[in-house]
């Protein structure tokens, strides 16, 4: 059986030799979408573990169930990666209100993750709406002095690219707590971040900076439509008072793992591609778009190259980082440990937009090398993959980042990406399975391809940058 086995895997092997590449292309395909993996292990990651905050016992459930599942696939090597991560815990749930008219308003409320508690019986006091920090400034202490500041920018709803309508407004709930402590505010609250509306807030994570322990003040988000009533109350009576409690805990760093399988290469067994997604997810909902999606997608580009008969040239590496929400511990261990070990990383693509129809990548690249990514562009679009740009790749492989290698980020369409991100409603229901397996198969056509093609002006000694 054992011979039969290794002839079947040689017939393979040579028969992909002999395909054009879209041949091989059509097999990827072909394999994700009549016997994809990732559905499955997402299912069993959403709904038998859960949400995987960094330093939860689910966390340790998720890095030991992808780790059993890599070794089933057979990779030259699966193995742990130690790193220290941060571990806030959300207590229970967070509650809020304001009154008009003698009509309690209860608002959708949620911590931001690493804020401080509020006291034991809440808070209350004043609101003062805002949409920046320049505000902040111009009204100064005597107007923000023991008020609770309301963050209520609006992500940009005619951007088409919904992450730069993200980024647009993301610094009121990362930087918020830090900009309005200087002012003598009390709390924060910041409008969810979110393009729809509706009663879901959303959570992520926020920032004190350098302030002293002694001067923070609880941070929270609120839903949009609650955002929206707020501030039409505010307009009615400036001397409104809000109310909320929350109830969560920064604790000591705990231990945990960045989950690693490998493939080794043939020609070039020094040189690694690295294909990945972070296993953390925020509590609310089970992570399964942000980011079981990657986690899944990922594990499986290893499994379709194995079972489409490709023998890659290079180490190919699916790295599944821990702690990219609060704090990108696994990225950087897992760039730190590399520069370490003098490794040479040529490719790294991550999956982190969620586990929508896949559009496309972009591209942390020399013009060469994009050069190169534009002539496979045809190849693509039988898949209706167009979307082929230069730009941003991934938070957790950006440290790996050097002069003369590629970095690259899935972009699935992202247009219902914000309805669920860092929300209750991020769930397993929320992912069509044939759009995670289109996403899978892309990922693993475009390392079968910088696989196959090499990366330009790659030189024999390739430093990380620190």
């Known amino acids: 059986m054992k011979q039969l086995t290794i002839i079947l895997a040689l017939l393979l092997f040579a028969n992909v030799n002999a395909q054009t590449d879209q041949e091989v292309l059509k097999t990827i395909y072909t394999q994700s979408l009549t016997n994809g993996k990732s559905y499955q292990w997402l299912d069993y990651l959403s709904n ?23 070794e089933k696939l057979g990779l030259d090597k699966v193995w742990l990666q130690p790193v220290m991560v941060p571990k806030w815990v959300r207590g229970d749930k967070e509650e809020a209100h304001f009154v008009t008219n003698s009509v309690i308003n209860k608002v959708n409320i949620c911590a931001l993750g690493g804020s401080i508690a509020t006291p034991q019986n809440g808070l209350t006091a004043n609101v003062i709406e805002v949409k920046n920090f320049e505000e902040l400034e111009t009204l100064g202490v005597d107007k923000i002095k023991g008020k609770i500041v309301f963050y209520n920018r609006p992500m940009q709803a005619d951007l088409i690219q919904t992450f730069m309508a993200y980024g647009g407004c993301v610094n009121q709930r990362y930087a918020g707590a830090m900009e309005a402590i200087k002012y003598g505010a009390v709390g924060v609250i910041v409008r969810s971040m979110n393009l729809r509306q509706d009663d879901l807030p959303h959570t992520g994570s926020m920032s004190y900076g350098d302030i002293p322990n002694s001067k923070h003040i609880p941070s929270a988000a609120i839903s949009t439509n609650d955002a929206d009533k707020l501030s039409e109350a505010l307009k009615n009576d400036s001397d409104l008072q809000f109310y909320f409690k929350q109830n969560c805990e920064q604790f000591d760093d705990v231990l945990s793992y960045n989950v690693i399988g490998e493939i080794t290469g043939t020609e070039f067994p020094n040189q690694f591609m690295v294909v990945g997604g972070h296993l953390d997810s925020w509590d609310l909902g089970d992570g399964s778009h942000d980011d079981g999606a990657g986690v899944v997608q ?14 890659p040239k290079h180490s190919i590496r699916v790295v599944l980082f821990m702690n990219e929400e609060n704090g990108l511990r696994g990225g950087k261990k897992y760039a730190e440990d590399a520069k370490l070990k003098n490794e040479t990383h040529v490719f790294a693509l991550e999956s982190d937009a969620g586990g929508f129809t896949p559009r496309g990548f972009s591209f942390d690249c020399s013009d060469a090398n994009f050069e190169k990514v534009l002539s496979w562009k045809s190849l693509f679009e039988p898949y209706l993959i167009h979307y082929f740009e230069k730009g941003g790749s991934g938070a957790d492989i950006g440290p790996l980042k050097t002069t003369s290698n590629v970095l690259a980020g899935l972009r699935p369409d992202s247009q219902r990406y914000f309805d669920h991100h860092h929300a209750a409603n991020d769930t397993f229901d929320a992912v069509n399975k044939r759009e995670l397996e289109l996403g899978a198969a892309t990922m693993t056509s475009l390392i079968y391809l910088f696989d196959t093609y090499g990366i330009d002006n790659i030189p024999e000694v390739n430093p990380i940058k620190d």
Do not use: C, F, H, P
């Open 48 to 70: 038998s573990i859960g949400g995987r905050l960094s330093g939860s016992e689910n966390a340790e459930k998720a890095v030991q169930y992808t780790k059993a599942e890599l």
């Open 298 to 311: 990922s594990m499986d580009v290893l499994r379709l190259l194995k079972n489409s008969g490709i023998r």
